[in-house]
């Protein structure tokens, strides 16, 4: 494990769009595989930061990335709901801002050559699952409670990523027919990936914040402590596998 990590803002950009990334790296001047961490609907707050700290912590060289433009947050379900629609409605958006992050990172001069990979929450689980089903070239990507419904279902043999979701299976936003939905469309693709479904745990259960979000805006989130740290745990032993 590295003595110490280094932070800093990375400032890049997807056409006239300016995005402020968040990177997270050990402190030693070295290279390591590179990992994106998406946020959720509430923008890059410190979530996702600290997650890309984790990461660092473990050896990866790991940037939260801006999926709104100029690092903007919510502040109420209503914000979040509106800012995450201006990005669903322009289909060209995630792509490109996804993209760009992950150019960004692949020329960081302490990202090594390995083939990076992406993890999201809630909003961003679903857009690291798009970009696995549209054959980006990522090594690995692991959605915790994110969205699992799509319009753009994977190809066979399209996926280049290995896949990991980690799901609530008392979940109030995903209903088990997009569960199953998932995994035929994930079989007929003919992907890699693991589906793991905790029992009692609900949508936002990696976020220790979700109870004061459920106290405060009454929404059907709930941390759960043991689904938090299995999830954690499987997909580091992914990364370890990937790049071993």
Same mark, same amino acid.
């Given at each position: 494990?590295?003595?110490?990590?280094?932070?800093?803002?990375?400032?890049?950009?997807?056409?006239?769009?300016?995005?402020?990334?968040?990177?997270a790296?050990?402190?030693?001047?070295?290279?390591?595989?590179?990992?994106?961490?998406?946020?959720?609907?509430?923008?890059?707050?410190?979530?996702?930061?600290?997650?890309?700290?984790?990461?660092?912590?473990?050896?990866?060289?790991?940037?939260?990335?801006?999926?709104?433009?100029?690092?903007?947050?919510?502040?109420?379900?209503?914000?979040?709901?509106?800012?995450?629609?201006?990005?669903l409605?322009?289909?060209?958006?995630?792509?490109?801002?996804?993209?760009?992050?992950?150019?960004?990172?692949?020329?960081?001069?302490?990202?090594?050559?390995?083939?990076i990979?992406?993890?999201?929450y809630c909003?961003?689980?679903?857009?690291?699952?798009?970009?696995?089903?549209?054959g %980006?070239?990522? !090594?690995?990507?692991?959605?915790?409670?994110?969205?699992?419904? +799509?319009?753009?279902? /994977?190809?066979? &043999?399209? =996926?280049?990523?290995?896949?990991?979701?980690?799901?609530?299976?008392?979940?109030?936003?995903?209903?088990?027919?997009?569960?199953?939905?998932?995994?035929?469309?994930?079989?007929?693709?003919?992907?890699?990936?693991?589906?793991?479904g905790?029992?009692?745990?609900?949508?936002?259960?990696?976020?220790?914040?979700?109870?004061?979000?459920?106290?405060?805006?009454? %929404?059907?989130? !709930?941390?759960?402590?043991?689904?938090?740290?299995?999830?954690? +745990?499987?997909?580091? /032993?992914?990364? &370890?596998? =990937?790049?071993?």
């Amino acid at each position: 494990m590295p003595d110490a990590i280094h932070t800093e803002t990375i400032h890049y950009s997807a056409g006239d769009t300016q995005l402020k990334g968040y990177l997270a790296r050990p402190d030693d001047g070295a290279q390591y595989p590179g990992i994106l961490v998406v946020h959720e609907w509430w923008g890059l707050n410190d979530y996702p930061k600290r997650r890309a700290e984790m990461l660092a912590a473990q050896g990866y060289a790991a940037m939260a990335i801006d999926m709104y433009g100029d690092g903007k947050t919510a502040t109420s379900p209503d914000e979040a709901a509106g800012l995450m629609q201006a990005v669903l409605d322009d289909a060209n958006a995630a792509p490109a801002r996804f993209q760009a992050a992950l150019d960004t990172l692949r020329d960081h001069a302490h990202c090594n050559d390995q083939a990076i990979s992406a993890i999201g929450y809630c909003f961003g689980g679903a857009v690291v699952l798009a970009m696995a089903r549209a054959g %980006l070239d990522l !090594a690995s990507v692991a959605s915790f409670h994110g969205s699992l419904q +799509t319009d753009s279902p /994977a190809q066979p &043999n399209a =996926v280049k990523a290995r896949i990991l979701v980690c799901h609530g299976n008392d979940d109030a936003m995903i209903p088990p027919d997009h569960v199953e939905a998932f995994k035929q469309e994930m079989d007929a693709a003919n992907a890699a990936y693991e589906f793991v479904g905790y029992d009692g745990a609900g949508h936002g259960f990696s976020n220790t914040a979700a109870d004061e979000k459920n106290a405060t805006f009454g %929404l059907p989130v !709930a941390y759960d402590k043991a689904a938090d740290e299995d999830s954690w +745990t499987r997909m580091l /032993a992914m990364f &370890n596998e =990937v790049y071993s």
